[in-house]
């Protein structure tokens, strides 16, 4: 079974410093890898994703995901943050095993990043 | 704005009850999925529907059901709501291909008392 780990419950970081969110999966076949992202009392923003190419994924407001395969991780990063970044930020993992549309995403727990003035 | 409507956007019952939650997906998205979210679950998918075909079942009780309509629009379900219910419930659709990322509502915040 596919699955999602974000090991940290919450990532802090000064305002201007680089920012990591971490993320480690687990499929039986190819990954198809999501970055999405929550504001408060909001649905869901899809952010950036990995199918299959260049390690390095570039996404909206900045952001870019860095894949490794040998590490099995895709973890998100921005050079510089900023304080509207602060958010609930997800993982996902599209299951793409089965056939006829059948597309099981598995979400992880998320990470509140808290991006400080 | 994500083209995903949700309703209602929040609703109060008292246990024991059925409620109805409503998702119309992103105009040409044939795929529709439903999420849970509570505090100390994070975000569990529920189920998901393909042009009207259930497709993928997730932590869905038994209490719970949903179907999508020959429009694409969908409606899920709950009955003898217990106060364990209470959650942020989110409707998101996906064009369906590999690369097609799904697109959220805001969803539905059920408080059961």
């Known amino acids: 079974a596919q699955s999602v780990a974000q090991p940290e419950d919450q990532v802090n970081v000064a305002e201007g410093n680089p920012l990591t969110v971490k993320c480690t999966y687990s499929v039986s076949g190819n990954p198809y890898l999501f970055w999405y992202v929550q504001y408060p009392n909001r649905g869901l923003q899809f952010l950036l994703k990995y199918i299959t190419g260049d390690n390095l994924v570039k996404g909206s407001y900045g952001f870019e995901a860095e894949f490794n395969k040998s590490q099995t991780s895709f973890h998100l990063k921005k050079p510089s943050a900023l304080v509207s970044d602060s958010a609930l930020y997800f993982c996902a993992v599209r299951?793409?095993?089965?056939?006829?549309?059948?597309?099981?995403?598995?979400?992880?727990?998320?990470t509140k990043l808290q991006v400080i003035p | 704005d994500s083209?995903?409507?949700?309703?209602?956007?929040?609703?109060?019952?008292?246990?024991?009850?059925?409620?109805?939650?409503?998702?119309?997906?992103?105009?040409?998205d044939l795929s529709v999925y439903w999420y849970q979210q509570s505090l100390d679950q994070g975000l569990q998918f529920l189920i998901q529907y393909y042009n009207g075909e259930e497709r993928a079942k997730g932590?869905?009780?038994?209490?719970?059901?949903?179907?999508?309509?020959?429009?694409?629009?969908?409606?899920?379900n709950l009955s003898s709501l217990e106060l364990g219910d209470s959650a942020l419930y989110f409707c998101a659709?996906?064009?369906?291909?590999?690369?097609?990322?799904?697109?959220?509502?805001n969803g539905t915040r059920l408080t059961v008392t």
């Open chain 2, 93 to 105: 659709s996906s064009g369906g291909g590999v690369n097609s990322p799904l697109h959220f509502g």
């Open chain 2, 59 to 76: 932590n869905i009780l038994e209490r719970f059901s949903a179907q999508q309509f020959p429009d694409l629009h969908s409606e899920l």
């Open chain 1, 95 to 110: 299951d793409m095993t089965g056939s006829g549309g059948y597309q099981k995403v598995t979400f992880g727990i998320g």
């Open chain 2, 3 to 28: 083209g995903v409507t949700q309703t209602p956007k929040h609703l109060i019952t008292a246990t024991g009850q059925r409620v109805t939650l409503r998702c119309s997906p992103r105009s040409g």
